[in-house]
């Protein structure tokens, strides 16, 4: 066997380029044009039928057919196969056959049959293995196959290219058949024509025993002890060609990641080994030793999964790439054992292997989506198809059948059944069908031994699926989810069920219970408990689990979704393990790393929230620290910084930075000799938050002095590097920070080069911390910045290399022209000159730039002022060389658009940008990370960049290529080592050049501590994510420092207003010490009374706006209240009102009603309690709106009597005129209606006229109502009772019973509830009255003696429960107290020190309130002594009288005494016969309602005993339905039959009289026949033979229609037939076509003219019996179908009776109480009642009296019905010469009538058309609105003069007005000199006023005596008034106008009239 071959110098990761390729036009698979040209096996049906499902291949291969259900048609080698019998000779279809192979034959016609000979594959060909033949994977021509090998392990391949110039030798020695000549040319033009529909499974081709021999041969296995060389098939490094890069410029060292996101990534072989997929890679992890090894992929394109085999004795590796390899590795020797080509386009999602072991499974990525079922041992496909649409997650073989399968994914289960049909081995597949059931993605599943298959959902839960449906959903008890988020394994383990979830639960379940569980409500789910469960730990999210046993015992390794492998016991005994981690790793990709510039340590930090300390030349994880958010950059200090190389600055994405520092915890002195010490700790030196979002770049300056941080908050800060680190600013930029790195120490100046994401650039000096001012604000704004914003340019290249590619082909096509010129010119010869033909050139390419800029990803400076970039997006494929404007003014950094100056192509990286660019420290390589997770490597001879300079590099795909873009690279110190991060969470380290040179042994030296490390304090974190930043702290101190001063100016203005408002204080307390006269007024105090307004002003607006504020509250609470009252109280229509007796105990109350629905009470009205108020409130509420309206009511009266008065004639007349015409046109209309009426009458009268055999319907009725009903007295429990139809019951009928009860309870109930309520307004009023009375029988009281008096009766109170509405009623106090009081529970006793200002404040305040209290006090006693003093003055008068009286004084008060005692008698008697009459009536009424509540009762038993039995109706509503419906069916079928037999019963009567119609024209042709022959014709034999000649158009039918003929043929039909039949035999001897001699020839064709008539006669007659036969056959039909139908019918209606007896048994056996009273129970047994009543019958005494008295009463009507029997004769003979009479006397009338109108109108009139003439309405109403226009407009004018003339009028008081005003003026003028010269005459003589009686007493005197007398005469008009407004005669309005004129008049003269002019005012004088 020969070996592999090895593999090509400089191979590269990616698919290699192909400088050439056999076509397949030259013999080559048209699939995809790699195959080799080979012999091409005989179809025969054997082989066809031994093809994998029945599929079929090109020349070299076989490829899979297409299911049979998928919408593709199946392909065969490109050409789509359809069947043809066009091509179905043997020749032609191996020439075809051939055709399609890439075969073709010789076209010499010489050449015969030979015998098949095999050719030997080439090794890039494909591989044959037994039926099936496989394609090689792509772009590895240098595979050999193990088809060719014969033998042995492992040996090399015999070249490593094909032989492509051997193609056509190769192609003669095919086995072909050569026809001779055109046979050849014809069957090639055949085969051409049909390679396109030719169906090769159709052919009968047969393979001679020769060839299956060689077949046989040809078909060999592959060897079991068969292995690829690893070598030969692993990636390797790509390297430029002719560069002298060595090929192990990097070599793979360790791997520090771990890819836990993958949801399968961890495979256990064995108890020492875990594998899982980093990257391009498959590592072998040792746990012992935790040493690595490697297998790499073949492609370079990634691994898509891995997994173990039954045996653990090999595993599959599933790659990624274009067309990937599968590829099984034997273990634990690692050797490549198999290799599955074609399986898939782009990369491999999932495989599992079948339970033996003999199958696998793969699925592949987008976009095919393809299941493969592998033969793997043979690499063979045995079945394909698509999986489905969208993602699939998994595939797995079932345990228990091999033959089904299970794929899960994006929304869907499918389950796969591999079954066998006609065309071979098929792959069928059900979508799961979720019904009820949300979508949900699945991860997790297991299948059954049953084939049940058990899935998990997304919200935790188990889905049982049977049948391609959910079964159940499994949950735990309360709904609670089976995992707490997604199930992500489920495993079948020694008959228990275990689940695995994201939440870090593993759970175990009775498996028995889970697989026979079933729904057991709607929800459709099932709850059960686990029987065990795990709780890994905190932080867990589980995705996968293995098992292994290790030394007897089983294990568990679990993945861990963040970045742990645990090793778990799942035995759930006392002797259980703790889960144990084994590994720990970065979750999710890698953010930032760095590593240390003195040893051999790094750091990473990623979104996991950890910091790691990785030693990477002992290959260990050292320490690991965890923090509040995870982590973004991280940069370790240089050392000039740190010497010692300890400090890290790691950025956070809540903008945190922590300084965390390194070292060794041995150097502690407090640690020093302990054991089991780690070799590194961390410790966080410092924590500052410089940003608000996350920190994405760290840097230092190359002096150390400052620290850059940036963000995406759109930041940079700086910070001073010392001891703590101190922030000196920041500044801003145009987008999110990218990168920042600073100016070399080459340069002269520090700059900082800042990148931003949105395509700008920044160059910033370094800040000077001494210059900067951050007194306020920590923003550098004074710092210079220089832009650079990128324009894309690439357009512009790419159009700029087209046109030099175009010049190019232009001068090429010259020199072949110039050359071609040359060569003729040598051999003599000239060329001839054509007119060259200018071909069109396309367009050039239009100048393109992105909307939206380019990505930056990374950049590096070159010289000072000029930078490298790398962009991504639709700007990657170069390297631009940038350059910042030397200009001082930058202008607007959006307006900019900078362009590079210089360009760099970069090879294949249009699609795939550099995204990290890292240089070593001699500068010499220059390593860049890409986004395909490859790394690259240019050697840089010179240290600046040009194109000659990147040509040559060295490639190797290392991260994955979908996902791993590197996000960081970076060099030991020493240059030793590499070490990159990507975005699939592995880190990797390489070895720089070969590690064979290195001889010395490396150690990483870990950092000492610092000095009194231990001794400090721990350093205060961030942990709030929401903690503000430096800035935000810097702005929040400057605040607070600003109003910390604004607090203390305000307290020095408290203390001034506070001295101030003592000294106020003062004052007033010195005014009020002064005598009355001399105090002033507190209006006098009010310096400007503007500022009391501005202070309302404001007070009004902080009212307003703090309504605005609580608007919302407000709003919120009334909407709350009114969803309480909707929900609480408007659904009821009465609340419980108890009345409650005044002299007893008795009560009564209504009953609580909620309101009744719409459908059972639409039109009633519903008064409710709510609407029932105290007569009191609504007669206050109504005289109040009567005083309220009575003006304006007065006022409108007036206004309308004032308009009927001046109506004019106009409107009049415009009145009368309409009422004419309604008059007229309601005549008219009278006038029609009486003539309808008398037609309708007449019509009716005639409608109305009986028939002869009329019948009474009320008779009918009766005879009918008596046979339903007679003698039917049968028990409901009888068995031979039956349902009447119109008594049946059902659902809706007792629903509507139930309906009527509940309103007639309904309406009982309101009817009482309104008589109680009216009784407590009998209450409300008798208590009105009660108390009026009181006031009387005080008053009469008051005039008798104490000892007279009788005792006043109490005054009746009403409840609280009578009156329930009142605690719904509140008003602003109610709330407010209310409010007061849960304040006053709510709040605690506080004591709080009150400051003085506010304490004097306070106790002013109070001092005032005080004052005013005392005020009112006095005030109020004023007026209250005021009436006491009257009384008394009353008394005395009294006294005085009585000492004076005389007899008829004493007469007179003798009869008022007896009066008065009568009087109190009398009131005292209504009091009492008010409450008397109260009680009665409430006594009354509960009587009435006691009975009432027995009805109710009654009514409850009777909705019970209802209800029930709409329960029973409605369980049996379904099967009556059903019975109906079916009954129902079958009569309408009855129906439709019924009619279907009509219908057919008339087509036949139809065909029978055209039958015999056909029959009357036969036989009238056969007379005309005699007829025209005439007597003794000599030819009237012959042309009887040519008249019954049968033509061959009309067919013999003749035999089968005879059956069907109907019996009433005729005799004579039958003589015709039998003499056509004699004529037939006859037709051979005489020729009857031709017209014999002497035989007039008209006659001749007459008879041919009645032949054609009379076969058209016989042909309609056969048509017509045909006809008439089906439709016979068709009644009969039909008439069997009607018999069935009413047998189902009869036997439907059947089981409709026997269901209503069953049912109304059911009801039967309801209990029904009936209460009964002792004297209704007339069922005795020995004088007693028996214990058994079940035989007793609960009857009506009603119904039995009307039993009884109905048999007397129907002999009586039987003697009466014999009488009017007789009247009836004797009125018929009446009715009969009555009519006759009639009938006379009307025929007189009408002549009588005709002869009155032939005297008066000369015609006969239509006396009806004349009565119901009328007007032209439409024309006067024309007329009417004419005459109402111009009234309008009269009035219109009028009113507007009416409003001049009011105008006016206001315009003249006006006038007057402002002359009396005038008038005033002059007067306060003239008094004011007056007062003036009185107080110069009383500074003159001083004293004066003091001497004497005081003249402004005495005036004021007068004028009081004046004002008193004017208050008694308005007193005495308004009481005149209020008897005025009392009275309801007409006369009101007139008397008070009078009395308000007079009141006018008598009205006295204002005060300042009455005043004198020499009145003095007292005045303060200072």
């Known amino acids: ?1024 994510p929401n903690a503000c930043n430096i800035e935000e702290v810097k702005q929040r101190r400057e605040y607070e420092r600003i109003m910390k001063e604004a607090e203390e100016k305000k307290s020095k203005k408290r203390e001034e207003l506070i001295e101030l408002r003592q000294e106020f204080l003062f004052l007033l307390q010195k005014n009020q010490e002064l005598p009355k006269h001399m105090q002033l007024q507190r209006e006098q105090y009010e310096m400007d009374r503007r500022v009391f307004e501005e202070l309302n002003r404001q007070t009004a607006q902080r009212i307003q706006l703090v309504e605005k504020e609580l608007a919302w509250e407000h709003e919120k609470h009334l909407i709350g209240q009114q969803k309480l009252q909707n929900w609480f109280r408007d659904s009821l229509e009465f609340d419980t009102v108890v009345v409650h007796a005044i002299q007893s105990n008795h009560q009564i109350s209504t009953y609580r009603l909620v309101a009744i629905s719409e459908k059972l009470y639409k039109d009633e009205e519903r008064p409710s309690w709510r609407k029932t108020v105290l007569k009191r409130a609504w007669k206050k509420e109504e005289k109040k709106e009567i005083i309220k309206d009575r003006k304006p009511r007065i006022v409108k009266e007036e206004a309308d009597e004032l308009k009927s008065k001046v109506r004019k004639p106009t409107t009049i007349f415009i009145e009368r005129k309409r009422e004419q015409i309604k008059k007229i046109v309601e005549k008219s209309d009278k006038e029609k209606a009486k003539i309808m009426k008398r037609k309708e009458e007449w019509k009716k009268l005639y409608e109305s006229k009986p028939s002869d055999d009329y019948e009474d319907p009320r008779n009918v009725q009766a005879i009918k109502e008596v046979q339903e009903n007679t003698g039917c007295y049968k028990l409901k429990t009888a068995t031979d009772y039956r349902v009447p139809q119109d008594k049946y019951m059902n659902t809706e009928k007792k629903t509507m019973q139930l309906a009527s009860l509940e309103m007639l309870i309904y309406r009982k109930k309101v009817t009482m509830n309104k008589q109680i309520m009216s009784l407590r307004d009998l209450k409300v009023s008798s208590i009105e009255e009660i108390k009026r009375l009181l006031q009387e029988l005080k008053s009469v009281q008051a005039a008798l003696d104490l000892s007279e008096c009788l005792p006043l009766p109490p005054i009746p109170q009403l409840h609280p429960d009578e009156v329930p509405e009142k605690r719904f009623e509140y008003d602003r106090d109610i709330l407010l107290k209310f409010k007061e009081e849960q304040a006053a529970k709510a709040k605690l006793p506080e004591q709080s020190e009150e400051s003085p200002s506010s304490g004097a404040f306070r106790r002013s305040f109070k001092s005032s309130f005080k004052e005013t209290g005392s005020l009112q006090q006095t005030a109020s006693s004023h007026t209250i002594r005021r009436p006491s003093s009257e009384v008394i003055e009353q008394q005395k008068i009294l006294v005085i009288e009585k000492a004076e009286q005389t007899e008829m004084e004493l007469e007179i008060l003798k009869r008022e005494k007896i009066k008065n005692l009568y009087l109190q008698e009398t009131l005292i008697n209504k009091i009492n016969a008010l409450v008397t009459n109260f009680d009665a009536e409430l006594r009354f009424l509960r009587h009435k309602k006691l009975q009432l509540d027995v009805q109710m009762k009654y009514a409850d038993l009777s909705y019970i005993t209802w209800f029930q039995e709409m329960l029973i109706l409605k369980n049996a509503e379904k099967n009556e339905n059903l019975l109906q419906s079916n009954v129902n069916t079958l009569q309408s079928e009855q129906e439709a039959m019924q009619s279907k037999l009509n219908s057919c019963l008339a087509q036949m009567e139809d065909k029978k009289s055209e039958i015999v119609k056909l029959q009357e024209c036969e036989k009238a042709l056969y007379a005309s026949f005699q007829a025209s022959l005439g007597e003794n014709n000599q030819f009237a034999h012959f042309l009887t033979k040519v008249l019954k000649k049968k033509v061959n158009c009309l067919k013999k039918k003749v035999e089968t229609d005879e059956k069907d003929e109907s019996e009433e043929e005729s005799d004579e039909e039958s003589s015709l037939e039998s003499e056509e039949e004699v004529s037939g035999s006859e037709d051979e001897i005489f020729d009857i076509s031709v017209c014999p001699e002497n035989c007039d020839k008209a006659l001749f064709q007459n008879t041919i003219q009645l032949r054609e008539k009379r076969l058209d006669i016989r042909e309609a007659l056969m048509r017509e019996k045909k006809v008439a036969a089906k439709l016979r056959k068709e009644y009969n039909v039909l008439f069997e179908k009607a018999k069935s139908i009413e047998s189902s019918l009869n036997n439907a209606e059947k089981e409709l009776d026997i269901f209503q007896w069953r049912k109304q048994q059911k009801l039967n056996d309801l209990y029904v109480v009936v209460p009964l009273k002792l004297h209704q129970v007339e069922y005795f047994f020995n004088g007693e009642i028996p214990r058994d009543c079940s035989q007793a019958v609960v009857f009506t005494n009603q119904s039995l009296g009307y039993l009884q008295k109905r048999i007397v009463d129907l002999h009586q009507e039987n003697i009466k019905q014999k009488e009017i029997y007789k009247e009836a004769q004797k009125q018929y003979k009446q009715l009969v010469q009555d009519k006759k009479e009639m009938e006379i006397t009307i025929k007189r009338l009408e002549e009588k009538c005709r002869q009155l109108m032939m005297l008066k109108f000369g015609r006969e009139v239509d006396f009806e058309a004349v009565q119901a003439r009328s007007v032209n309405v439409r024309l006067e109403e024309l007329e009417l609105q004419i005459i109402e226009k111009e009234y309008e407009h009269s009035l219109e004018i009028k009113e507007c003069a009416g409003r001049v003339l009011d105008l006016e009028q206001k315009l003249m008081m006006l006038t007057k007005e402002n002359t009396m005003k005038t008038r005033q003026l002059s007067q306060f003028c003239l008094e004011k000199q007056q007062l003036e010269n009185k107080l110069d005459s009383l500074k003159d003589n001083p004293g004066v006023e003091f001497q004497g009686p005081r003249s402004a007493d005495m005036k004021e005197k007068a004028r009081m005596e004046s004002q008193l007398k004017r208050l008694a005469h308005d007193e005495a008009i308004l009481r005149e008034e209020i008897k005025l407004l009392s009275r309801k005669d007409g006369h009101l309005i007139k008397q008070l106008s009078l009395l308000n004129r007079n009141s006018r008049f008598l009205q006295p003269s204002s005060p300042q009239n009455s005043e004198a002019p020499d009145e003095t005012f007292p005045v303060l004088k200072p």
């Open 1 to 1024: 066997m020969a070996r592999p071959p090895p593999p090509a110098r400089g191979r590269r990761d990616r698919p290699p380029r192909r400088s050439h390729r056999p076509s397949p036009s030259r013999g080559t698979c048209p699939s995809d044009g790699r195959c080799r040209p080979r012999q091409s096996p005989p179809l025969t049906p054997s082989l066809l039928s031994r093809a994998p499902g029945g599929g079929l291949c090109c020349g070299q291969c076989w490829k899979r057919q297409p299911e049979a259900d998928s919408p593709v048609p199946p392909i065969y080698g490109g050409i789509a196969a359809t069947s043809t019998p066009a091509v179905r000779r043997r020749k032609g279809c191996r020439r075809l056959i051939a055709r399609l192979a890439g075969v073709r034959t010789r076209e010499a016609p010489s050449l015969r049959t030979t015998a098949p000979k095999v050719l030997k594959a080439p090794r890039s060909g494909c591989l044959e293995t037994g039926n099936a033949k496989l394609d090689a994977a792509p772009g590895k021509e240098n595979m050999s196959s193990p088809a060719e090998q014969e033998g042995g392990d492992e040996k090399p391949a015999e070249g490593t290219q094909a032989d492509h110039s051997n193609a056509e030798e190769r192609k003669t020695s095919l086995p072909k058949e050569s026809p001779a000549g055109g046979e050849e040319e014809e069957d090639a033009e055949q085969a051409e024509s049909d390679t396109e529909s030719i169906d090769l499974e159709e052919q009968d081709t047969k393979v001679p025993p020769k060839e299956e021999k060689s077949l046989e041969k040809e078909e060999k296995k592959i060897s079991e002890t068969f292995f690829y060389s690893y070598e030969d098939i692993c990636s390797r490094p790509f390297v430029t060609e002719d560069s002298g890069i060595p090929i192990n410029l990097l070599t793979l060292k360790y791997s520090f990641g771990y890819d836990c996101i993958r949801s399968v990534n961890l495979m256990v072989l064995d108890s020492q080994s875990l594998l899982y997929v980093a990257g391009n890679q498959v590592v072998i992890l040792n746990l012992k030793t935790k040493s690595q090894s490697y297998l790499r992929s073949s492609s370079g394109g990634g691994i898509g999964f891995i997994v173990a085999h039954p045996t653990k004795q090999y595993f599959a590796v599933g790659e990624k790439g274009e067309k990937p390899n599968l590829i099984i590795y034997d273990y634990p020797s690692l050797r490549p054992y198999r290799i599955l080509r074609g399986g898939t386009n782009k990369g491999y999602v999932f495989g599992d292997f079948n339970h033996t072991g003999t199958l696998l499974a793969s699925i592949g990525s987008s976009p095919d989506y393809m299941l493969t079922i592998w033969d793997w041992k043979q690499e063979k496909i045995v079945l394909r198809s698509k999986a489905f649409s969208q993602d699939v997650y998994r595939v797995t073989f079932s345990p228990d059948n091999e033959e089904q399968l299970t794929t899960s994914g994006v929304g869907h289960i499918r389950f796969w059944k591999m079954a066998h049909t006609f065309t071979g081995l098929k792959l069928q597949g059900a979508l799961g069908r979720f019904g009820k059931t949300a979508v949900t993605d699945i991860i997790g599943y297991v299948e059954l031994p049953d084939g049940k298959v058990i899935s998990g959902a997304e919200w935790g839960n188990l889905l049982l699926w049977e049948g391609g449906l959910i079964k159940v959903e499994l949950c735990r008890a309360e709904h609670k989810p089976c995992h707490n988020g997604p199930v992500s394994q489920i495993v079948l383990d020694e008959g228990e069920l275990v689940t695995v979830g994201k939440d870090g639960y593993i759970r175990v379940w009775n498996f028995e219970a889970i697989d026979a569980a079933d729904t057991v409500d709607e929800t459709g789910l099932l709850e059960v408990e686990p029987m065990n469960e795990l709780r890994v730990g905190k932080n867990v999210s589980l995705s996968f689990i293995s098992k292994i046993h290790d030394r007897g015992d089983p294990f568990w390794y679990a993945q861990d979704a963040n970045g742990k492998i645990w090793r778990l016991d799942l035995t759930f005994s006392n002797m259980t393990h703790d889960p144990e981690c084994l590994c720990t790793f970065h979750s999710g990709r890698i953010e930032a790393m760095s590593v240390s510039p003195v040893t051999y340590l790094l750091a990473t930090t990623a979104l996991d929230r950890s910091v790691r300390i990785y030693d990477f030349v002992k290959n260990s994880q050292e320490r690991e620290i965890k923090f509040k958010q995870g982590g973004t950059a991280l940069t370790w200090a240089p050392d000039v910084v740190n010497p010692i190389g300890s400090l890290i600055a790691v950025g956070f994405e809540d903008g945190v930075v922590r300084i965390i520092e390194v070292y060794d915890p041995k150097g502690l002195p407090a640690l020093a000799g302990r054991p089991k010490i780690g070799n590194v700790d961390i410790n966080l030196k410092q924590a500052f938050k410089p940003h608000t979002s996350a920190v994405t770049a760290l840097a230092y300056e190359r002096n150390g002095d400052i620290l850059a941080t940036g963000s995406k908050d759109k930041t940079v800060f700086f910070f001073a590097v010392e001891d703590e680190y101190k922030p000196i600013g920041f500044i801003h930029v145009p987008g999110p920070v990218q990168a920042l790195q600073w100016s070399p120490p080459s340069h002269v100046e520090s700059m900082l080069l800042i990148l931003c994401e949105n395509g700008y650039a920044l160059q910033v000096p370094a800040p000077l911390p001494e210059k900067e001012d951050t007194a306020s604000t920590y923003h550098l704004k004074s710092l210079p910045i220089q832009y650079f914003h990128f324009y894309s340019i690439k357009s512009r290249i790419k159009l700029e290399e087209e046109i030099a590619r175009r010049e190019r082909q232009k001068q090429e096509k010259e020199k072949a022209k110039l050359e071609l010129i040359r060569q003729l010119q040598e051999m003599g010869k000239q060329m001839e000159e054509e007119p060259e033909e200018e071909e069109e050139e396309e367009p050039l390419p239009s100048i393109y730039i992105p909307e939206e800029p380019s990505p930056i990803l990374c950049g590096f400076y070159s010289a000072p002022g000029k930078f490298w970039l790398s962009l991504g997006g639709y700007d990657s494929g170069f390297l631009y060389h940038c350059a910042f404007s030397s200009n001082e003014h930058q202008e607007d950094p959006e307006n900019r658009q900078d362009e590079p100056f210089e360009v760099i192509p970069i090879e294949d990286t249009d699609d795939n940008p550099i995204h990290q660019i890292y240089f070593c420290t001699s500068r010499q390589l220059m390593f860049c990370g890409m986004q395909n997770g490859a790394l690259r490597v240019y050697p840089l001879q010179d240290k600046d960049l040009s194109v000659n300079t990147l040509k040559a590099y060295w490639s190797f795909s290392v991260h994955d290529n979908d996902y791993g873009h590197i996000r960081g690279i970076c060099c030991s110190y020493d240059d030793r080592f590499l070490i990159t991060c990507g975005g699939d969470g592995n880190i990797f380290t390489f070895n720089i050049l070969s590690p064979e040179d290195v001889h010395e042994e490396l150690k990483a030296k870990i950092p000492p501590p610092r000095k009194g490390l231990e001794k400090e304090k721990a350093a205060e974190d961030i942990e709030d």
